[in-house]
């Protein structure tokens, strides 16, 4: 079995993304919260699946897809709590159907109502309940920066801030990829360079803070490959060394995990000879970011199974444990369903 970690559900009907902006324009304007979101009918859902991720995935012998509501849509660093669990609900809910309408190629994960100087708490614990043990979802998006570009939040390794939301984490046996949203910062385009950011950043707390000697059985994937993580390797192990740190291997390895949502070969090979196999899991994020054809192979940039199969980096027991047996490893919740 080939499993994708890293999914979203980027092609909703265009009435799902005019609700946000209504929902955003509404509250800006005078606070108040829009409900009721609009109904999308299952053509809809199938109108948007069937040819866009669900043909992308036979095309490239995909099995099995961890599919979460858009990234960037998530939109955190705009409205407030209530209208932010509306849209949760909602965005989940969507991701549901398309669970239950192809169950043997999608398996969800849920949108976490984060919202701009709110702490996790029980609006937040709630939903994540909700989508574990109503919807069977195996896992959740974590915003490292829900200030959208601001940084203004505490970091991770906050105890006050973060930690109930880890005990909810542990709590319900699901990890957490860390993934930011939209931005409102004019330096860093969203997905180019806010993304890349929150990945690197979200390491370097990891490694400087003791999340997981407070949370031995806390798992985080890292998507994006893990930012410039793998590329200044030698720098984080320096630093660690420097700052009397454990090895990274100690440090972090045991909880922290990388996707494969990186789209040439030169940088799945670096990802691969740095990072431990046992450390990596495959992934797309198809269809995301990038949806062009490389002129040079004359392929989707994101086929990024092309490039792990043709990676000297990676021996076939290599890839049997990145397309399958470590995701089922940091999923507990998916076992079953394999």
């Known amino acids: ?29 005078d606070g108040t919260i829009l409900g009721d979101p609009p109904t999308v009918s299952d053509e809809e859902i199938r109108a948007g699946i069937e040819p866009n991720q669900l043909a992308r995935m036979k095309e490239r012998g995909v099995d099995l897809t961890l599919f979460s509501p858009k990234a960037v849509g998530m939109d955190h660093h705009q409205g407030n709590e209530a209208t932010n669990v509306i849209w949760a609900r909602y965005s989940n809910d969507l ?10 190629h999608f398996v969800g994960v849920g949108q976490l109502p984060q919202a701009c100087g709110v702490p996790p708490r029980q609006a937040m614990f709630d939903e994540l309940r909700r989508c574990v043990e109503e919807l069977g979802f195996v ?49 860093f385009n969203a997905v180019a360079t806010h993304y890349i950011n929150g990945d690197t ?25 893990g930012g410039a993580v793998p590329y200044h390797w030698g720098r984080y192990r320096g630093l660690a060394q420097d700052m009397g740190l454990p090895p990274l291997e100690d440090k972090v390895l045991g909880n922290v995990y990388f996707d494969t ?34 002129p040079r192979t004359g392929h989707h940039y994101d086929h990024t199974r092309r490039y792990i199969d043709t990676s000297p980096s ?11 047996e470590n995701a089922q490893g940091v999923y507990p919740r998916l076992r079953p369903l394999c």
């Not at 991701?95 to 043997?104: G, L």
């Not at 930011?180 to 330096?187: D, K, L, Q, R, T």
């Not at 740095?274 to 450390?279: F, I, R």
């Open 261 to 294: 949502c990186v789209y040439h070969q030169p940088g799945i090979d670096l990802l691969l000879s740095v990072v431990p196999s046992k450390n990596i899991l495959f992934a797309s994020e198809t269809l995301g970011a990038v949806n062009g054809i490389d």
């Open 95 to 104: 991701v549901d159907r398309v669970c239950r309408m192809f169950p043997s």
């Open 1 to 29: 079995m080939v499993i994708d970690i890293h999914g979203h559900f980027t092609t909703t009907p265009p009435q799902v993304s005019e609700f946000r902006a209504r929902q955003v324009e509404q509250f800006q304007r």
């Open 201 to 225: 950043t979200a390491f370097v707390q990891f490694l400087t803070s003791d999340i997981f000697k407070d949370f031995p059985q806390l798992k985080f994937i890292l998507p994006h490959g």
């Open 139 to 187: 896992g959740v998006n974590l915003n490292p920066d829900p200030t959208g570009g601001r940084w203004s939040d505490p970091p991770l390794w906050d105890k006050n801030w973060w930690y109930p939301l880890y005990e909810q984490l542990v709590q319900w046996r699901v990890p957490a990829m860390i993934h930011v949203s939209g931005s409102c910062n004019p330096h």
């Open 314 to 324: 990676a021996a076939e027991v290599q890839r049997l444990q990145i397309y399958s």
